[in-house]
Nanobody, 127 residues
Framework: QVQLVESGGGLVQAGGSLRLSCAAS????????MGWFRQAPEKEREFVAA????????DYANSVKGRFTISRDNAKKTLYLQMNSLKPEDTAVYYC????????????????????WGQGTQVTVSS
């Protein structure tokens, strides 16, 4: 198991930026793909971005492509999500998640592929 703690959320105006962090502890962080998901009020949780264990492969939801960047620092056991050009529709609770399969080259985009989740951090974008 891995324990995940997100931080960096907050209130920002449309067009602004935020960087989310996800600190991991427990099993070897560097061996596992990681993902970011989000859940807006009264909506289902959805995929945002994912990154392979090495950081060499990434994937993004169409809604955030070109605006968000996922990255990781395996030495610091930390996952990041840089969010630029934020829109009100990006308002949601953002969760990081860890893939249980080691050394996955192509990161998964489905929630069921991840077995450990953080508690979430709120991002609110005002218009």
């Amino acid at each position: 198991q891995v324990q995940l703690v997100e931080s960096g959320g907050g209130l920002v105006q449309a067009g602004g930026s935020l960087r989310l962090s996800c600190a991991a502890s427990g099993r070897t962080f560097s061996s596992y793909a990681m993902g970011w998901f989000r859940q807006a009020p009264e909506k289902e949780r959805e995929f945002v971005a994912a990154i392979s264990w090495s950081g060499g492969s990434t994937d993004y939801a169409n809604s955030v492509k070109g605006r968000f960047t996922i990255s990781r620092d395996n030495a610091k056991k930390t996952l990041y999500l840089q969010m630029n050009s934020l829109k009100p529709e990006d308002t949601a609770v953002y969760y990081c998640a860890a893939d249980p399969k080691r050394f996955r080259v192509v990161p998964e985009t489905t929630q069921s592929s991840y077995d450990d989740w953080g508690q979430g951090t709120q991002v609110t974008v005002s218009s």
